[in-house]
């Protein structure tokens, strides 16, 4: 199976904060509730993520603790690749 | 089931029969169509529209009990549980060159698999099969009588039936020419569905019966060759009918008829709609009258007590069908069972979404589903078919116009085409 690079995956979280009209920060610390990354934002990128390496993932398999930052969502997907 | 008549007199009687039925390898009336020696009981597994259409007529001279079905539609079990309920599986199987008699029937090996349980055919009858969409396929029994919805004088008409064999809506067409001359159809195959515009226009199609789904991809592919047909009757049923697709056909067709029917095996023909609008007056609901069906809506799901259903159909039937009243019309939007797509916790109508896509000016065709996904559990995607420019974006600030955050559909595939079952159904 093939994965996305962590570049490749904020490519796409900047997609969907694109297309709600938002911006990608800068900084991978910067807080999800202030930049407006919701909940159904995190499961679209996901979904991207599954469209893009054309293999579902287990959700279930990484621990889903708390996200609360950009680089939290890149970490999580990651794992999720890798489980 | 029990053996018992299914009440006799449904023979043809004087005048019917004399309808022209137009199909592959066929062009004459009823009673020129070749005989086709069946037995008392029979499922006739049929591979095109001449051989179910003589299974029909066969049957209806002889007053033999039949069901006709698809190749494709009977597989190996249903073949074995059909001969278990007490008929014969029968397989008409080219044998060489049959062009010598227009009504079919030369060369051909009729292939008799007999029944493995003894019982008394019962005269007249006629099996259908439900759509299995929620399961095995049901035997549902009516007979040409209870099929024969239409009554009364008829303006003379040529319809197509595009719809599969034996499927309640074609056994709604068949049934019309059979009893009512002057009713006469041109009958298509699934590999016809690409060019019958042309052959309809060419044999004076005036009536043309199809799912929205048939109607969509049909003014997808070829829209001019489609408005050129001099329709006066355009008739949609056997999915959810939208108002986009009534409305584009009332345009295309402003001298005609434009109705959408509910029917369905079990129900029967239960409710027709002649007003071009999507749904049916709420005034209806629970309106009682000789003949007619009674509509009720139960927790969002419509109920039908018709005086059409099945035999051994429930007097008052859960359809399994959501319907909502809005603005003073029942609409009936799509399957209980699947409509609901639950967002993290908000509940989504696919319905409601795949009409709000529809409604778009660029959108022929759309499908909405949930997908699994982390954190909501289930997210809203769809599919959808283009006839002009329209990007994701564009698409979903339309929905994101007029539904809930959380049914605006977040991940959105293009499709070259519309997908369609034999069924004319998308059933996505």
């Not at chain 1, 991978?28 to 990354?37: P, W």
């Not at chain 2, 009918?241 to 434009?258: G, K, M």
């Not at chain 2, 059409?308 to 029942?330: C, H, N, W, Y």
């Not at chain 2, 022929?364 to 954190?375: E, K, L, N, T, Y």
């Amino acid at each position: 199976m093939s994965t996305l690079s962590r570049d490749q995956i904020r490519a796409m979280m900047a997609e969907v904060l694109a297309a709600q009209g938002k911006q990608m920060p800068g900084d991978d610390q910067a807080n999800l509730e202030e930049i407006g990354f919701r909940s159904l934002d995190f499961s679209e990128l996901a979904l991207r993520v599954e469209d893009e390496i054309d293999e579902e993932l287990n959700f279930d398999a990484p621990q889903l603790r708390q996200i609360a930052t950009v680089s939290d969502v890149l970490d999580f997907l990651e794992q999720l690749q890798a489980a | 089931m029990t053996p018992a008549t299914a009440g006799g007199g449904d023979r043809p009687g004087v005048g019917q029969g004399a309808s022209r039925v137009m199909t592959r390898g066929f062009d004459g009336t009823w009673e020129q169509l070749a005989d086709l020696p069946l037995p008392a009981a029979a499922a006739v597994s049929v591979l095109d529209n001449l051989q179910a259409i003589r299974a029909v007529w066969s049957a209806a001279r002889d007053d033999g009990e039949l069901l006709v079905a698809s190749r494709t539609r009977l597989t190996a079990e249903l073949r074995d549980e059909l001969r278990a309920a007490g008929l014969a599986v029968v397989d008409l199987t080219p044998d060489g060159d049959s062009n010598d008699d227009p009504g079919g029937g030369v060369g051909e090996r009729v292939i008799v698999a007999e029944a493995t349980a003894a019982r008394s055919p019962s005269p007249g009858r006629v099996w259908l099969l439900t759509s299995g969409s929620t399961g095995r396929p049901k035997r549902v029994a009516h007979t040409l009588d209870s099929l024969t919805t239409v009554t009364g004088a008829q303006p003379p008409r040529t319809w197509l039936c595009p719809y599969a064999h034996g499927a309640y809506a074609w056994w709604q067409v068949v049934t019309l020419s059979l009893r009512h001359p002057g009713q006469d159809v041109l009958f298509v195959e699934p590999d016809e569905l690409e060019s019958w515009p042309a052959r309809a226009l060419e044999v004076g199609v005036t009536a043309v019966s199809g799912t929205p789904t048939f109607w969509r991809q049909a003014l997808y592919r070829d829209p001019d060759a489609v408005a050129a047909l001099p329709l006066e009757q355009v008739t949609l049923g056997g999915e959810p009918v939208d108002q986009a697709i009534l409305s584009r056909l009332s345009e295309l067709f402003p001298s005609a008829r434009v109705s959408w029917i509910y029917a369905s095996s079990e129900a029967g023909a239960s409710i027709a709609v002649h007003d071009g609008q999507a749904g049916f007056p709420r005034e209806w609901l629970g309106r009682a009258a000789p003949g007619r069906a009674t509509l009720s809506v139960v927790d969002g799901e419509l109920l039908i007590e018709s005086p059409r259903r099945g035999q051994g159909v429930a007097e008052v039937l859960s359809t399994g069908d959501r319907a909502e009243v809005v603005d003073g019309r029942v609409l009936i939007t799509g399957r209980t069972a699947s409509d609901e797509i639950n967002v993290g916790g908000a509940k989504a109508s696919a319905a409601a979404v795949r009409d709000v896509l529809q409604a778009h000016p660029a959108v022929v065709w759309a499908a909405v589903r949930g997908r699994r996904a982390p954190i909501v559990g289930r997210i809203v995607t769809a599919d959808v078919v283009l006839s002009g420019e329209a990007t994701a974006a564009q698409l979903t600030a339309w929905c994101a116009d007029r539904l809930p955050d959380y049914a605006v559909p977040r991940r959105l595939r293009f499709l070259d085409q519309i997908p369609i079952k034999e069924s004319l159904k998308s059933d996505v």
